[in-house]
């Protein structure tokens, strides 16, 4: 009985002894180094770290000097036999050429005067004639058509309806507008202008300048698809017939008279309640061009080799690219997304390298792997996965991944600054998700919320980050994540906005689950098949 006694309390003495071993680790995740890290990475001077772009491989160079100091192993080989921290890939993006408008003497350039919905393409520069087309309305109670042919011609139309001076709306002839007033109206009228054998469709969506840019703001993300990217070479289906949204100022050009005028005869139409459609008149010449382009672009990685476990793999993860720079010149700095997670990788990283000099390295092996192209489609780590594993899938234990951590969500504002949302723990693996809760139990005491781990989650954020690359080869994740917020692919997403000491120990959570994981004596098991 004595012997049991001794042997349960060496037990007991050991596992303290453990748990002091990986807080004394866990505390050189400090936020001053998070927060000095991430002033380098989401600097102007990166301009927003899109894929393929100089800032995004400046940003790849500061990265792998961090894992190279934290004498990190470079384990990509390259064709002359030689590793490096790079891990380089290809992108082919269809993406706009020369685009321009040319109308009185000027020439309009997208995105900076104009933006369109849809694809379509005009290789050369070819002439055209404009008319003005009212609101663009066609239907039983009011037709801008009716003693108009726009056959081969660009339309110049209004977003919305015609307006009485006393407040109705006429087609309504009342207060409340009709269908023509919708979102939807715009590709309605776009549908309806080409089927009548328009050329082109110009749509006036902003009155003056300041409006213009807070359309392009509102539809950047949208606009990004235009610029698609992949890792193969892709066809597009375009066609010959463009909607363009213009100014006010660039409608008057088009039709070849000046901003009062055309208000003039917007002003008849809401008058008389008729259309005044074929009233104004112009010329244009108009170039379209799509292209396609290969990128290069790249992940980087870093590895620290495990002892009695090192041919088994855990991946610690995050994106380090951004949405680069708006078309008003404005830089999308990305701090919260995901400067927050490639800081808190590299941290983690000099954390357990720290461990390893000193005697108290991993069992297991673990790769810091950050990514590029997510922005674009999570491209980086399908290249990873699906195309090039350097490390085998077949041996990777699991992928933490860590997205957007540091800054609090609209839904927490003024509840809480000590919560993290975990995703997808339970869903590969029931031990993963046992260790994650024990971890925080036991170190963090933070408040694990699981909102967006639900199957019904409408905005689908277990799909959207890396992880779901490893977790569609049925490899367990967890994917950590503070939340959306108003900055969210905006220009404020800045450092001044990030909670530190919230991205400190989230980053010490990783750290803590990943400490259990890669030292732990059984391999986590994959048990689960969840939604």
Same mark, same amino acid.
């Given at each position: 009985?004595?012997?049991?006694?001794?042997?349960?309390?060496?037990?007991?003495?050991?596992?303290?002894?453990?748990?002091?071993?990986?807080?004394?680790?866990?505390?050189?995740?400090?936020?001053?180094?998070?927060?000095?890290?991430?002033?380098?990475?989401?600097?102007?001077?990166?301009?927003?770290?899109?894929?393929?772009?100089?800032?995004?491989?400046?940003?790849?160079?500061?990265?792998?000097?961090?894992?190279?100091?934290?004498?990190?192993?470079?384990?990509?080989? /390259? *064709?002359?036999?030689?590793?490096?921290?790079?891990?380089?890939?290809?992108?082919?993006?269809?993406?706009?050429?020369?685009?321009?408008?040319?109308?009185?003497?000027?020439?309009?350039?997208?995105?900076?005067?104009?933006?369109?919905?849809?694809?379509?393409?005009?290789?050369?520069?070819?002439?055209?004639?404009?008319?003005?087309?009212?609101?663009?309305?066609?239907?039983?109670? $009011?037709?801008?058509?009716a003693k108009l042919d726009v056959k081969g011609k660009a339309?110049?139309? =209004? *977003?919305?309806?015609?307006?009485k001076a006393n407040g109705n709306y006429v087609i309504t002839?009342? &207060?409340?507008?009709?269908?023509?007033?919708?979102?939807?109206?715009?590709?309605?009228?776009?549908?309806?202008?080409?089927?009548?054998?328009?050329?082109?469709?110009?749509?006036?969506?902003?009155?003056?300048?300041?409006?213009?840019?807070?359309?392009?703001?509102?539809?950047?993300?949208?606009?990004?698809?235009?610029?698609?990217?992949?890792?193969?070479?892709?066809?597009?289906?375009?066609?010959?017939?463009?909607?363009?949204?213009?100014?006010?100022?660039?409608?008057?050009? =088009?039709?070849?008279?000046?901003?009062?005028?055309?208000?003039?005869?917007?002003?008849?139409?809401?008058?008389?309640? &008729?259309?005044?459609?074929?009233?104004?008149?112009?010329?244009?010449?108009? &170039?379209?061009?799509?292209?396609?382009?290969?990128?290069?672009?790249?992940?980087?990685?870093?590895?620290?080799?495990?002892?009695?476990?090192?041919?088994?793999?855990?991946?610690? /993860?995050?994106?380090?690219?951004?949405?680069?720079?708006?078309?008003?010149?404005?830089?999308?700095?990305?701090?919260?997304?995901?400067? /927050?997670?490639?800081?808190?990788?590299?941290?983690?990283?000099?954390?357990?390298? &720290?461990? +390893?000099?000193?005697?108290?390295?991993?069992?297991?092996?673990?790769?810091?792997?950050?990514?590029?192209? *997510?922005?674009?489609?999570?491209?980086? /780590?399908?290249?990873?996965?699906?195309?090039?594993?350097?490390?085998?899938?077949?041996?990777?234990?699991?992928?933490?991944?860590?997205?957007?951590?540091?800054?609090?969500?609209?839904?927490?504002?003024?509840?809480?600054?000590?919560?993290?949302?975990?995703?997808?723990?339970?869903?590969?693996? @029931?031990?993963?998700?046992?260790?994650?809760?024990?971890? !925080?139990?036991? $170190?963090?005491?933070?408040?694990?919320?699981? +909102?967006? !781990?639900?199957?019904?989650?409408?905005?689908?954020?277990?799909?959207?980050?890396?992880?779901? !690359?490893?977790?569609?080869?049925?490899?367990?994740?967890?994917?950590?994540?503070?939340?959306?917020?108003?900055?969210?692919?905006?220009?404020?997403?800045?450092?001044?906005?990030?909670?530190?000491?919230?991205?400190?120990? @989230?980053?010490?959570?990783?750290?803590?689950?990943?400490?259990?994981?890669?030292?732990?004596?059984?391999?986590?098991?994959?048990?689960?098949?969840?939604?």
């Open positions: 009985m004595k012997y049991l006694r001794y042997s349960v309390g060496f037990l007991l003495l050991g596992q303290l002894a453990m748990a002091q071993t990986a807080m004394d680790y866990a505390n050189t995740i400090q936020a001053a180094d998070l927060e000095k890290h991430l002033r380098v990475l989401a600097a102007d001077d990166m301009q927003g770290r899109e894929t393929g772009t100089a800032g995004q491989r400046k940003a790849a160079d500061y990265i792998a000097k961090q894992f190279a100091d934290e004498k990190l192993q470079p384990i990509v080989k /390259s *064709e002359d036999g030689k590793t490096g921290y790079f891990q380089p890939f290809k992108l082919y993006q269809k993406t706009w050429g020369e685009f321009y408008v040319k109308a009185g003497g000027k020439t309009y350039n997208y995105p900076k005067d104009f933006i369109v919905n849809g694809l379509f393409a005009v290789m050369q520069e070819t002439p055209g004639e404009t008319v003005f087309a009212g609101y663009g309305i066609f239907s039983d109670q $009011y037709n801008d058509y339309v110049v139309i =209004l *977003e919305g309806e015609p307006k002839n009342s &207060k409340k507008p009709s269908d023509w007033s919708s979102e939807e109206s715009v590709r309605k009228k776009a549908i309806i202008a080409k089927d009548k054998g328009a050329e082109q469709v110009f749509i006036v969506s902003a009155e003056s300048p300041e409006a213009y840019r807070q359309l392009v703001a509102q539809r950047t993300a949208l606009m990004g698809r235009f610029n698609r990217m992949s890792l193969k070479p892709s066809m597009e289906k375009i066609g010959a017939v463009g909607t363009f949204l213009i100014t006010q100022e660039m409608a008057a050009n =088009l039709l070849n008279t000046t901003a009062p005028k055309l208000q003039s005869a917007v002003a008849k139409i809401n008058k008389t309640g &008729k259309p005044n459609s074929g009233v104004l008149k112009g010329k244009i010449s108009l &170039k379209a061009e799509r292209k396609d382009e290969i990128l290069e672009s790249s992940n980087v990685l870093g590895f620290l080799e495990g002892t009695d476990k090192k041919d088994e793999i855990v991946v610690i /993860s995050a994106h380090y690219d951004h949405i680069g720079v708006n078309p008003d010149g404005q830089v999308n700095n990305g701090a919260n997304d995901d400067g /927050s997670g490639t800081v808190s990788v590299i941290e983690i990283a000099q954390a357990f390298a &720290k461990a +390893k000099a000193e005697g108290h390295g991993p069992r297991r092996s673990m790769l810091f792997l950050t990514v590029s192209g *997510e922005e674009k489609g999570l491209l980086g /780590s399908e290249y990873y996965t699906d195309m090039n594993p350097v490390l085998p899938l077949e041996n990777t234990v699991c992928d933490l991944n860590i997205d957007m951590v540091g800054r609090v969500d609209d839904l927490h504002e003024g509840k809480s600054d000590n919560y993290i949302y975990v995703i997808g723990s339970d869903k590969l693996s @029931s031990e993963l998700h046992q260790i994650s809760e024990e971890a !925080n139990r036991k $170190y963090t005491m933070m408040d694990l919320d699981y +909102k967006y !781990n639900e199957p019904s989650d409408p905005q689908r954020i277990y799909y959207r980050s890396d992880h779901y !690359n490893f977790a569609k080869h049925k490899i367990p994740i967890i994917f950590y994540f503070n939340g959306l917020h108003a900055d969210y692919h905006r220009p404020g997403d800045d450092v001044e906005k990030i909670d530190f000491k919230l991205a400190e120990k @989230s980053a010490r959570l990783v750290f803590y689950t990943a400490w259990e994981i890669v030292n732990r004596e059984n391999k986590l098991v994959v048990d689960s098949n969840k939604p």
